[in-house]
């Protein structure tokens, strides 16, 4: 009625399936695993898939016990429930991308958020800049992408070099991967700000979601 | 006679009390649970409340000890010995509000505080700007606050919008929740700051006790 | 030949136009008014329209006399030289809106930026969250729209709102206006990037013409 | 009608007055001279005292050749257009502090504008933490006032010691007075939200109107 | 004959004693537990007395094995090897104060340093700016010390207020205590760094060794 | 009476004399000419010498109409009224030194302030570590000093070195001279707050006069 | 073929042998121990050295199970792979310097990454500047280097001094040792990068491995 | 005698230009046109280059008075006075690099430096990542380069790109290119000491200089 289910400690947002094309997804940092739980049971009556991002294992486990059909994709951190699919269409691909094997994390929270929503995704790991012809030998695929997510720790350069190199949107997903003066993904977050790339832009540091969300979005539009 | 009890390791202020119209809170962060114990006995001499924050299981279990009177808020980690109860005036309310489930504990230590104090306290969780429609939805609760407490981490934005909505004062408390670059509750606290709503002050990061003390106080105002 | 023209200080992509459907745009700032004047001389020999982002007026000047069909946007300090238009496509609209009054010119710099590459713009100035009924009064608009380009300073709320109101991509420039804690944009930079409204990605402060550029990236695809 | 008057480039909030009993103020950084010509002399139609802020001499030339009522606040870069006066209750003092001389256009700032929002209002200067003589030669002042606005740069440490000798809502204002480490307010500004008095509220640094505005709004409540 | 005992992973700086009237102290943090027990032996040759710094209960039990003499100062963290005492000189006292019992463990660390080096030393504890009765009730003891160390966390503000009161020198250490936008003791050290006090300097945060060495210095000047 | 003299915008502190054994000095920075010269001229009619930090020459003028007696130091922007001048001990040495020669101005503050309180100061200017030599070839110098003032930029690493080398006091004072990641004198503070020499404590960037003053009140103690 | 083979989660860099004279080396962290030890694997059937920084006891007992010829050393966290050693060049020595007992990991890293790309290594530990005598007593060794490695943390002066004493190139490495203001590094961070001496650079904060590498390719010059 | 000449400002390093191979530099910034002026005069006696950094036109004319041979490089910020030279080695080469053509004063101040020192230098101008294939067609100069100095603002990125490319040591200079999110530079810094390419160290902000002197320092190593 009010356009969202009151639970007290929370009210989940029925509207915004309408709305946005997909439902609330559950951000797990500081929410109890029974709250969560709680939250899950609730929208497991909706027609829509579901999503939380950043889930210990111990909230897995508090879900699946009330909500069977969870599956659980540990190192995205990610809990799914899955209802009817949507059939993708496979010429509009949305390429995820790392710098590193560290970042395939957050890459792969992007990439599952994106297949959820009903598109085709490609996967490019471990081509950061300090060896562009790793990157340069993917130019087909680069090319063939109508969206890409660029994810990043350290210096985050890979999004400006793939910036240049497409006509397409570029969605920048700086990680905390690194060390010393990386300070937790600021620096690969101030480069990829201060792209001088076009059609780049950014999202917090390890939002995969985020990222995946919005690439979903745009691979939408016709 | 100086106007403090003199522990060595701690001056319990007796003058306070009268000035502040509250006993002086505990802040437990840095002392152990032996000396927390201690200040909570020597101050259960007299006739006011006490208020223990940011208080450990393991402190609880001490104080408990030596206090048995004492009560413990798990998740707003408050620890409270309560003395006669002051009834609220029904019609001057302290509204709590949170941006989301997470902001809960934060809310709680401010809620808490403002009803030990002897103030009507409502809450409303889990509105947070990015679904405008939850807020709006509560308009009538909203209007009817004497003072409003409002708990936000990430981009902290509730506190403009609900300070553009009341012609009452708004009590910004930045929470650390949040990842990225949250920088653990800078993001909200520098939103809050720049809300160019008017009526609008901040506390300190995660200080629930401090901004339901200053709810209190200014609801006491006549 | 080798996707590029060479002026010695600087070299002219033009292999970008192709690769990005737009030309080069020349960031003036540190670039000496006749560096300017010379690329945008030569720039002119193509066919597709010229940009110049911060150009000051003696730039203007400068670039004027070698090339007399330059014109001057100056609060938002384009230097623009049009080749042959392109019809835009009525029903794809790429809104832009602002916060304040004081956001405007990096508005403008996003709007403009859009009509040149063949897009229609509308815009909305002064609906800052603070008086959000300013906001809802224009909800047609918001929700007609294909793209949103939300300019921001201060606390910078109002891309979360917007993010929450629609479900297509919405594009968030932090303004540096405001004072005190706005630290230059920061404040409104960290709010943005912490939004929990899905759909939301960031450029870089006062980019107003990355924004506008990624805002006709998006808007032509289908 | 949508609550607020069309200027193109600027909404006027008419429905802010009813709504927070004073009318929306001006913010002139980053409007032109004109732009707030416009907007005051709009404003004038209504019957609310309008009040400018951070108004440059120039500013103030424009704005007085529309609207010759009009009268300027040189040190404070205060624009006033004064309307019927509210008589004050004289026994509801707003006291304005400063710990230094620098501080007093800050100051200013906050007590006009609570003395248009029809407070009285009693001032206090010069009365920092390292000569706290002067401050406590003050005591009766300090304890007969109903809300304290306290502007302090450098450590500001006042506002910590205010808190403690009050049982009044102490509003802090940090000030970008001071040198080297005191990065424009910063150092003040996290004294400030970091006292460990109770009551103490915080706004942005130089925010004098913020503050005075706050304190008109607290001393309001009865 | 260098002026310095090698120990291949350290230099004892055998010299110092002399230049410095106080043997080189260790600090433990990042040297293991062997480590400093071998730097301990060797140091134990010597005339001097030995002082550890930062040293965990595990690195006590590894120096205690080689050198019974030590003991350990557990909250203060340091390990002591007395050897031939110093009759301090009762007329020049130096005086540790704190804001908080939080702060103590700090103070203590400069208390034992100014003590080791033959100083008499008083305390004060817990006399926070909030409450600034209790400060002026100590007023005696204050003017009669000859050199003040001041630990302070959160806003730090004690330093400023002791530093007007008299006139020998002020050693102010911020302390990491505290929450939110303390920072880890950054607000402490910003307040101290720009307290307009004269008198006043700063040491490291929560450096309670640098600050009694100092102390011990200053107070052997005659 | 109070202890202070009432301008109305400044309380000048006459019991500061008494207090610290040296009259108030002005921070003109944020004060208007006239408010200077007004103090200056109260505080004329003490028998103290005066002392007016960061002075510009506009305010010198206005000073100088009021109290012909002002003197004006340029590059350390120093205005100054002497009275009866005090024999400074030859024995009791403050050595005043720079890193680099862009340092002095600084230096120049610190030593006219020491001066002024009646020591003997020695200047030893642009011996920065990056040319060891250049300092230890002043070794006898270093080592006569009672008290050391050492004045840096960039690195600010002099500080360190000079504290190794002696065993009385040395103020460190960072500057802002440097550029890049200078960070405005950031980079020397931290380098001098992190000192690991026993006997360095600092005061706040460029602050001279802060640094002369400490050092006099050391060198008076005995 | 691409120069590169393809592990899926990690792409091992075939070319950079050839191109930079040695192995890609593996950054651990982040990485799953499986991960490294696949890695590891493929490497091992090339004529390289293997080199992986930052392994944790847990990968290097994954790394052993698959490649039983891996050593670990355990303080410099670093998996290494021996084939064919070098001889190195007696006469070209590469110095790896820590200012205390503390940088002696970081300086492993540095020095084994050296040593295995077949270089002649020497260390001195523990010269800080604090005491300069013990450096000043190396001075024979220090002029002896033609490329020096200086690891420090704090206040990261060492590297100013040796650069000055020096012709030959310095690399700066600053680590995370210290505590309070040293910010994990980066106060040794913004010291090196500020230093005055001509010859030094710098490096990430903590990053031996950077380091090695960096004086491997210099000293292999001719 | 003590390897310096003493001007009382300042100390002329006489015994570096043996050390380190090419007399001190004088960085103008702090000091007074005829500070400058004096200490190249000074300078003059000797045979060796000078070279004066950030030199303003002012203080050439001041130089350029008391010393005629002084020539000045406008963009570079640069005086110089030449004598004898040395013929460069026509094999080994510095190649001197940017992103873009507003970072070439920075670049040319380090190439004229690396020349003054008697080496070859090439410069590549305009190559940022965003456009890789003008880079990638200088393949030919980047590989014959023997030493290389990458000037790169807003992200940085290309030191890494130009790191990942070559087998040489790379300098990397970040520049203050850029504007919102690159603060001065600090992006840059932050990139490029995150590069994950081996053989890559870096200076300070805009520090050509310090760039071109290590250059030379590295490229005279045989």
């Avoid at 992007?110 to 340069?136: P, Q």
């Avoid at 300070?183 to 390890?206: F, K």
């Amino acid at each position: 009625m009010n356009g969202f289910d009151e639970l007290g400690f929370a009210k989940i947002d029925t509207q915004r399936a309408e709305r946005r094309g997909f439902p609330e997804a559950i951000f797990c940092e500081g929410k109890t695993p029974e709250q969560v739980a709680q939250i899950v049971k609730k929208m497991d009556e909706g027609e829509n898939h579901i999503l939380a991002t950043r889930a210990s294992a111990e909230t897995f486990t508090a879900v699946h016990k009330l909500t069977p059909a969870a599956e659980y994709h540990e190192s995205a951190r990610l809990i799914v429930v899955r209802k009817e699919e949507i059939i993708p269409d496979p010429d509009r691909i949305i390429l995820v991308m790392t710098a590193g094997t560290s970042d395939i994390p957050v890459a792969e929270e992007a990439a599952i958020t994106s297949e959820l929503m009903g598109h085709k995704v490609e996967r490019i790991f471990d081509v950061g800049v300090a060896g562009i012809h790793r990157l340069l030998a993917q130019q087909e695929k680069v090319q063939a992408a109508n969206v890409l997510v660029v994810c990043a720790g350290m210096e985050g350069a890979l999004a400006s070099v793939v910036g240049g190199l497409v006509s397409k949107p570029v969605i920048a997903v700086p990680t905390s991967v690194g060390y010393g003066a990386s300070w937790n993904g600021l620096a690969a977050l101030l480069g990829m700000l201060n792209s001088c790339a076009a059609g780049v832009s950014v999202v917090n540091i390890d939002n995969g979601f985020g990222a995946g969300r919005l690439a979903g979005i745009i691979n939408s539009m016709r």
